[in-house]
Nanobody, 122 residues
Framework: QVQLVESGGGLVQAGGSLRLSCATA????????MGWFRQAPGKERECVAA????????YYHDAVKGRFTISRDNAKNTVVLQMNSLKVEDTAVYYC???????????????WGQGTQVTVSS
């Protein structure tokens, strides 16, 4: 059993920032890659960012490079997505995800959180 609980979503104006957090439980967080996906209504799911167990491998979608930062705190079993310079097109439900590696996570994560809504207004 794995539990992933996202928090930090909300409404923000374009150009603003949000910090999404994912709390994990049910297994050793330190042994797994973690990531964030997003899905907007009528659009395909896309992987926004991912980070390996040690933090040595990090992936960002081209659309968020330079604006979003993924990090993890293994002592607290959390992963964070810092979202800066938000754009209207960033509006989506953001999901925390877990898998063994960044590559596997991007293909199809083993576990998902419930999602947190991010809405960016103009």
């Amino acid at each position: 059993q794995v539990q992933l609980v996202e928090s930090g979503g909300g409404l923000v104006q374009a150009g603003g920032s949000l910090r999404l957090s994912c709390a994990t439980a049910g297994r050793n967080f330190r042994n797994y890659a973690m990531g964030w996906f997003r899905q907007a209504p009528g659009k395909e799911r896309e992987c926004v960012a991912a980070i390996s167990e040690s933090g040595g491998t990090i992936y960002y979608h081209d659309a968020v490079k330079g604006r979003f930062t993924i990090s993890r705190d293994n002592a607290k079993n959390t992963v964070v997505l810092q979202m800066n310079s938000l754009k209207v097109e960033d509006t989506a439900v953001y999901y925390c995800a877990l898998d063994h590696t960044v590559r596997l996570l991007r293909i199809g994560p083993d576990y998902w959180g419930q999602g947190t809504q991010v809405t960016v207004s103009s």
